[in-house]
């Protein structure tokens, strides 16, 4: 039983000898580690090949333009020769015995399609740990895995590849349309993650923790300040989950609801965070003028007039910007023209 390891890489060099070394420490070394170099300028590419040297029968580095993380993992992926396949980001850290605990679980519950496990986030001063269950459970059938589902469509299930591991064959064969996620590198992984779980038979949710996530605000302010918002826009992602309640066994009136209920409260979330995270009051303003309703589902708006958790996420904006200040007021007054209250 042999884990692949891909991590995309892409000007991390402060971070990523850190990141491969969580890597070599494994207390199980059945493991092969695919370094991706996505065009990087600084010296990140030198450091992958320099690890690929000393550890030649483990490590494999390879270079490529840059064309971002989903194109990038695909790379890594379609070079992976493990039974199964993880991801690790380029700045954040697996826990040491990551590979022992999923190859121990892999044996122990007769090979899942895929294995959900949690995570911790650490870095500006914070520290917490996110689980998905508090004990080990594999969901099989069709209505077991309808649990799973639920989580996924009401927002309780991360999207993150990281937080996961697939059966080589799952995650090469839902590999989604490049034309699908094109310009959408957003939440893309999430877009990915999704697809697989939808087409898997077996789902082994595991207590553990195993991957150590770098929370950077400053980074996301930074990468945010320059972007246009569509580039976080994550519709596209809403769409897919939509477009899969079928193949899902939920493609009923309250499995829609609930879908929409997250939609909204997943735009809500980003409106605040955004609006926040704004330094400049050019990028206030370019909020304000923004078309929030391209956020939302067509049929998201038709519910909130029936959904009581709409309302609550409706009344979070309202007290967040009801301070008497132009720019806070008039974003107010913008939203609730949006969601047609």
């Known amino acids: 039983m042999k884990i692949s390891i891909v991590v995309p890489v892409y000007n991390c060099g402060s971070y990523?000898?850190?990141?491969?070394?969580?890597v070599i420490n494994q207390t199980n070394d059945n493991w092969e580690l695919i370094l991706v170099n996505d065009g990087s300028t600084d010296k990140s590419g030198d450091i992958c090949t320099s690890y690929s040297q000393k550890y030649p029968e483990k490590i494999f580095s390879f270079n490529k333009e840059n064309e971002g993380q989903f194109?990038?993992?695909k790379y890594g992926i379609l070079k992976?020769?493990?039974?199964?396949?993880?991801?690790?980001?380029a700045d954040d850290l697996l826990d040491k015995d990551y590979v022992k605990i999923l190859t121990e679980s892999i044996s122990e519950y007769h090979s899942p399609d895929v294995l959900c496990f949690g995570f911790a986030r650490f870095g500006d001063?914070?520290?917490?740990?996110?689980?998905?269950t508090d004990r080990t459970i594999c969901f099989r059938t069709s209505e077991e895995r309808k649990y799973v589902y639920n989580q996924i469509i009401s927002g309780q299930l991360t999207g993150s590849l990281c937080s996961k591991a697939f059966r080589r064959s799952i995650i090469s064969d839902n590999i989604p349309d490049e034309i699908a996620v094109k310009n959408k590198r957003f939440a893309e992984d999430a877009y990915h993650s999704f697809d697989a779980l939808a087409n898997s038979e077996s789902i082994l949710y595991l207590s553990d923790s195993l991957y150590f996530y770098r929370d950077n605000a400053q980074s996301f302010s930074q990468g945010f300040e320059t972007r246009n918002l569509n580039y976080f826009n994550s519709k596209y992602l809403?769409?897919?989950?939509?477009?899969?309640?079928?193949?899902?066994?939920?493609?009923?009136?309250?499995?829609?609801?609930?879908?929409?209920?997250?939609?909204?409260?997943?735009t809500v979330h980003f409106v605040l965070k955004y609006f926040r995270a704004a330094k400049t009051l050019k990028r206030k303003k370019e909020l304000i003028d923004f078309d929030?309703?391209?956020?939302?589902?067509?049929?998201?708006?038709k519910?909130?007039?029936?959904?009581n958790n709409c309302r609550k996420s409706y009344v979070k904006v309202w007290k967040a910007f009801s301070k008497k200040k132009y720019l806070t007021i008039l974003f107010r007054e913008k939203f609730k023209r949006i969601i047609g209250w």
Do not use: P, Q
């Not at 929030?292 to 708006?301: G, K, N």
């Open 16 to 22: 990523i000898n850190e990141s491969i070394e969580s």
């Open 71 to 73: 194109l990038t993992r």
């Open 80 to 89: 992976c020769t493990g039974d199964y396949v993880g991801f690790l980001d």
């Open 125 to 132: 001063n914070m520290n917490k740990e996110i689980s998905v």
């Open 238 to 266: 809403f769409e897919l989950l939509e477009s899969k309640l079928g193949i899902m066994g939920l493609d009923d009136a309250e499995s829609k609801e609930k879908l929409y209920t997250h939609n909204f409260n997943d």
């Open 292 to 301: 929030w309703s391209s956020y939302l589902l067509e049929d998201t708006i």
């Open 303 to 307: 519910l909130l007039d029936r959904e």
